[in-house]
């Protein structure tokens, strides 16, 4: 087969790495991802780089850290001068369309300072995170006192429902993310008690096989032109709730054991413990909410792996999977209660570990089809990816892009990175304010190597410290350990080091600096020179034999 001509980006929301068959779940059968792993290439060791829906993404689509590109929280806006996958792929001649979930807010200040307008093509772009859009659904349209969390989510959807017979101000809750109790009454998918209850929708008409149908026909309407498709899912992220079948497929005895000790939950530590004690974290603790949602939750997974099954079989039978690659992840894990948390704010490796899978159909990656890898690799290394296999070099843009090329790796090459790195700014939660900690102190980053993994905080609070071999569970918190102490400080500097690189160096490229320093200056400044016989006699003709007559004094 022939390299690839399109890239179809495939990230589902909050998926967790070890809830998919092929990476060992016992109970949750995925065979159609799995097929996909076993078409190309497995990795064991995938880092986010922030634990949170919006930075994670905007790391990922920008190939840069959460502290380089500045949209550190959901709704903080990506700065208008950020470049992204669709601005570096559209420069080597392959369109990037978005059919999905972003989480992306546009900097409208900055747009008006450049006078960047929203419904041009230019300005569109910079709206949507450097996507073409064929359809933006952030999947999330609650409503409280306030109005919508996002008046623009879920517009279409509930659009296409309506049409379909379900009728009301918001079908994406009171049919698609809520059950029924028969008379009438909607039982709402946010509260957790009716997780295991059914969505009030036919199967066909919930938002992963929406999405999937959207996804199909932007491949099966666009031309010859190469292409990028970011088919973003929305689930398994909550709401926990899953239309029939798929609500009563898992009980108890398919669940994976909890993760947590009883030493964690005694922890002093202000920034763990305060999540633990958070009310995501005290609902996530009790069992019986946990196994409410565990059992949607994987009937969402299912849901979506069957989904995959579809499209990856209409792939097959319309000769896409012959010229496509194609990658599936996700933009974070989800706690469901391990070490006493729910959500995914924190650094243990059921939050910042994910999935992550790459299908490469180019002969080239013949050698390492159907492997797996334990190579640390990040999200932000998808986007030097992309640019290789659009025909780039990526090696160009390392003073934008921060990740590196997965493709030598992909393709039988070693390739050998030594530590990955995260963050998360937690200056907008309450935690923060609980603990006075200042906006430039509430933040944490994670940096861990072949072993160890090390957790820093701002504010004078003391770090964790894992030991992943001898403790892969990330119970044991070495953090105060005398013993560790020269592994707590080889890790901090590594982190000190990183913090340090010049990640806003992005207007001019590392071989422009590494040429400048080594060639002469033919532009007229001479520096340092006693006389003209101290300089090469080129750089000297415009300063030799000149006239000027001399000024008289009066």
Not at 115 to 130: F, K
Not at 261 to 272: C, D, G, L
Not at 276 to 282: L, R
Not at 493 to 517: G, M
Request: charged share 25%; proline share 6%; aromatic share 10%.
């Amino acid at each position: 087969m022939a390299d690839p001509k399109n890239i179809l980006f495939i990230m589902f929301d909050q998926l967790r790495w070890d809830y998919l068959s092929c990476y060992g779940h016992p109970h949750l059968h995925t065979p159609h991802i799995d097929r996909l792993a076993q078409r190309g290439v497995r990795f064991d060791r995938a880092y986010i780089q922030s634990p949170l829906c919006g930075p994670s993404r905007m790391s990922t689509y920008t190939g840069r850290y959460v502290h380089s590109h500045g949209a550190v929280w959901n709704n903080v806006p990506l700065k208008v001068g950020e470049r992204t996958m669709g601005d570096h792929l559209r420069d080597l001649g392959m369109e990037c369309w978005l059919v999905g979930k972003t989480h992306m807010k546009a900097d409208a200040e900055g747009m008006a300072r450049l006078g960047l307008e929203p419904d041009s093509v230019i300005g569109a772009r910079v709206s949507e995170c450097g996507f073409d859009v064929f359809e933006r659904d952030d999947g999330m349209r609650p409503e409280g006192p306030d109005g919508f969390y996002d008046a623009g989510g879920a517009l279409r959807y509930n659009e296409d429902l309506r049409n379909k017979g379900y009728d009301g101000d918001n079908p994406w809750h009171d049919y698609a993310n809520s059950a029924n109790d028969g008379a009438g009454n909607v039982l709402s998918g946010w509260f957790m008690e009716n997780s295991d209850k059914p969505a009030n929708i036919a199967e066909e008409d919930s938002e992963t096989p929406y999405l999937t149908r959207r996804g199909m026909a932007f491949i099966e309407s666009h031309g010859d032109a190469p292409w990028c498709c970011h088919l973003s899912y929305i689930k398994p992220h909550w709401p926990y709730i899953v239309p029939a079948p798929y609500h009563n497929m898992f009980g108890s005895q398919h669940f994976l054991p909890v993760t947590r000790s009883n030493a964690e939950r005694q922890t002093t530590h202000p920034v763990f413990g305060g999540m633990m004690n958070a009310p995501v974290g005290q609902a996530f603790s009790q069992d019986h909410v946990r196994d409410k949602v565990l059992g949607a939750y994987m009937g969402l997974i299912k849901q979506c792996d069957d989904q995959m099954g579809l499209l990856f079989g209409w792939l097959e039978e319309t000769g896409r999977m012959e010229d496509t690659m194609i990658v599936v992840t996700s933009d974070h894990g989800d706690y469901l209660g391990d070490h006493w948390l729910g959500e995914k704010t924190f650094c243990h490796d059921t939050s910042v570990r994910v999935p992550m899978i790459v299908y490469d159909p180019s002969a080239k990656a013949d050698a390492t089809r159907g492997t797996a890898t334990d190579a640390l690799v990040q999200l932000i290394d998808l986007a030097p990816t992309f640019v290789d296999v659009a025909g780039g070099d990526a090696t160009a843009l390392d003073h934008v892009l921060e990740g590196q090329s997965l493709l030598p790796l992909i393709r039988g090459q070693a390739q050998t990175r030594n530590h990955a790195f995260c963050e998360y700014d937690f200056s907008m939660t309450p935690l923060s304010d609980k603990l006075q900690l200042d906006t430039a102190e509430a933040r944490l980053f994670m940096v861990r190597d072949a072993r160890y993994k090390l957790i820093q905080f701002g504010g004078g609070i003391r770090p964790m410290l894992f030991d992943l071999q001898e403790d892969p569970d990330e119970l044991v918190d070495l953090g105060e350990s005398p013993a560790h102490a020269p592994v707590l400080a080889r890790l901090s500097t590594t982190l000190d080091t990183w913090a340090r690189r010049p990640a806003q160096r992005t207007t001019i490229s590392n071989e422009t600096l590494r040429t400048t320093r080594t060639s002469r200056s033919t532009k007229g400044v001479i520096l340092g020179a006693y006389s003209q016989d101290d300089v090469d006699a080129d750089l000297t003709e415009r300063y030799r034999d000149r006239k000027a007559p001399p000024i008289r004094p009066n």
